[in-house]
């Protein structure tokens, strides 16, 4: 099986349940929005998937292999990613530094001591790739803190990406990048390699009916529904959620 | 004028030498202080591998001096007085205290870090205190007699080769420093400074990487203990002192984390003041340390070397 798979996750914290009996899958290509109201549990999912989370109880498979035993970074080098939906950088070092450090890690060579980190023609043709593709190039020398949050959110996604993984889940990736540079954030969604798993997490309707072909909706922990996007926008349970009447 | 981070440093290294020079020669009756000062470098260069680089904050090392010292002593008495042997073996020797206490050590972090890393040192001297039988215990290791230096230099009672050798492996570390700080391994460690868990979500083992960087911290540590030993010709339980693991990074803060000459000028600093200030007034010089320490980090948080900048952008001509 490819791809990845939960099987019945489920989380809480103390008495409060956040996930309930979660099964899903998201294969290669598959581009599935997770969609709900605050505090529905949602990044407390994708911290499951990505390891910083333990779950309660169930299983998370990756092409069908069970990774609930490993650890943080070993899941990113089994190729799953995910930007934080709370900004997530190296604020004292540049732009580039930033790009910099998530490709010598996927090509495995942080720990190399003997030459300067940034000699290498092949890395740094890939940093000025990914800065020119987010509009960053003017921006790249910068000390990231010194960038307006939009921005941050740009370089937030270009290092993400910059891991080359197979499953990527993005935590409302375009919350707080301003209209203006929003075409960006989809840009580089809909131009993400075809065979990569996406989950995008995001409450601007606008940019899942246009990058989602599926959407799952998680109200209070536990998926309400799953449909295309006419058939959730056709949902009454989902029209009444976001009108805020609750049916439950 | 716009130097590049090159010239910068180029020049940083030409008048250190310049300084080690004019030092030697100005001062011919002080050379055994002066050693003192160039090993302190090493250790507070340890530190800021360790501390500066990699943001991991502890209290302990004088547990990785303390052992590379104990090491080079054993090594210089029951095996070879070859200078440079010793040296390696007291590097390994703080490597691998390191890497030992650092499997238990770099799982914690804020304040239980500090305290279990002082801890450390703690059990290093009682053990030490102990096995009297090989380290003398509290009347110290004695009876270290070393080789000339690659067989040609004789260690002299002035102290003019202790100097002239403590100087060179001060310029082999620093330079050693300086290429990993520009190398895919410091970029990682000032990563992990800046956000353990952006590095994780990179994919990197946060743990695994801490160890790493206690134990070359560690290595460094062990040289400037192994030097200390060979020069004094003597190791007492007082390398585990805590004021040695404080004091050394008193010197960094002064100086300035993370810029590795930092280091340099907060150690001769520190010490220098120490010594007049200590000459002048044998019972209150900690006072004008304090003062010192409180001026700068109130002042120029980023340390003594932070002054220029700090000038520029007070008169407002810089950027
Ligand atoms: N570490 C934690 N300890 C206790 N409760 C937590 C923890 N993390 C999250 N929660 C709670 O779990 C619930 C789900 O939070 P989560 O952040 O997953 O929601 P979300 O769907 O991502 O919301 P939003 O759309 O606002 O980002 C919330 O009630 C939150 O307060
Ligand atoms: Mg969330």
Redesign the pocket.
């Known amino acids: 099986m490819k791809g990845l798979q939960t099987k019945g996750l489920n989380k809480s914290?103390?008495g409060?349940v956040?996930a309930r009996d979660i099964t899903l899958s998201l294969q290669p290509g598959d581009r599935t929005a997770l969609i709900?109201?605050?505090?529905?549990?949602?990044?407390?999912?994708s911290?499951l998937i990505t390891g910083i989370?333990k779950p309660t109880s169930g299983q998370i498979l990756l092409d069908g292999r069970d990774i609930g035993g490993m650890g943080e970074a070993a899941r990113v080098r089994a190729g799953i990613a995910k930007t934080f939906?709370i900004t997530t950088l190296f604020k004292h070092l540049s732009v580039r530094e930033n790009i910099r450090l998530p490709i010598l890690e996927r090509e495995r060579r942080a720990l190399r001591f003997w030459h300067r980190a940034d000699r290498d023609k092949g890395v740094e043709a890939e940093i000025e790739a990914q800065l020119s593709a987010f509009n960053l190039l003017g921006l790249a020398d910068r000390p990231v803190q010194d960038l307006a949050y939009g921005q941050q959110r740009l370089v937030e996604m270009a290092m993400t990406l910059a891991l080359k993984p197979r499953v990527l889940i993005l935590?409302?990736p375009a919350a707080g990048v301003p209209s203006s540079d929003s075409h960006l954030i989809t840009g580089a969604i809909e131009a993400l390699p075809a065979d990569l798993a996406v989950l995008i997490?995001e409450?601007d309707m606008k940019l899942v009916f246009q990058v989602a072909r599926s959407i799952i909706v998680?109200v209070n922990?536990a998926i309400l529904t799953q449909g295309t996007p006419p058939e959730i926008a056709a949902n009454q349970q989902v029209r009444d959620l976001y009108l805020g009447a609750h049916h439950d | 004028m716009k130097l590049t981070p090159l010239t910068k440093g180029l020049l940083a290294d030409a008048l250190l030498i310049i300084a080690a020079v004019v030092a030697f020669y100005a001062f011919p009756y002080d050379l055994a202080f002066l050693t003192r000062i160039v090993i302190m470098a090493i250790l507070v260069l340890s530190i800021d591998l360790i501390l500066g680089l990699g943001g991991i904050v502890t209290l302990g090392q004088a547990a990785l001096y303390g052992s590379g010292a104990y090491a080079a002593g054993l090594f210089a008495i029951h095996i070879s007085g070859d200078p440079l042997l010793g040296l390696a073996v007291g590097m390994l020797a703080g490597a691998a205290i390191a890497f030992l206490s650092g499997l238990l050590l770099m799982r914690a972090e804020g304040l239980t870090l500090i305290m279990l890393s002082i801890a450390v040192a703690l059990v290093l001297q009682e053990i030490a205190n102990r096995a009297r039988d090989w380290t003398g215990g509290a009347d110290g290791m004695r009876g270290i007699r070393m080789d000339p230096i690659l067989g040609l230099w004789r260690f002299d009672f002035i102290g003019q080769t202790g100097y002239i050798y403590v100087c060179c492996v001060l310029f082999v570390v620093l330079f050693a420093l300086k290429v990993l700080k520009a190398s895919p391994l410091g970029l990682m460690a000032r990563g992990i400074h800046e956000s353990p868990a952006r590095m994780r979500a990179i994919g990197a083992p946060v743990y695994q990487r801490r160890l790493i960087l206690y134990t070359l911290g560690g290595a460094i540590a062990g040289i400037a203990g192994a030097l200390a030993a060979q020069i004094t010709q003597l190791v007492s339980l007082e390398v585990f002192n805590f004021s040695h693991s404080a004091e050394a990074v008193i010197m960094l803060i002064l100086g300035g984390a993370g810029k590795l000459y930092g280091a340099i000028i907060g150690t001769v600093i520190f010490m220098v003041v120490h010594h007049l200030a200590a000459s002048v007034d044998p019972f209150n010089w900690l006072f004008i340390i304090g003062a010192l320490v409180l001026g700068v980090v109130f002042f120029v948080p980023q340390g003594l070397l932070g002054v220029p900048t700090a000038l520029k952008r007070l008169i407002g001509g810089g950027k």
Not at chain 1, 36 to 45: E, H, L, M, R, S
């Open positions: 914290f103390g409060l956040v709900g109201p605050n505090g529905a549990g949602k990044t407390t999912f911290n989370l939906q935590d409302e997490i409450h998680l922990g």
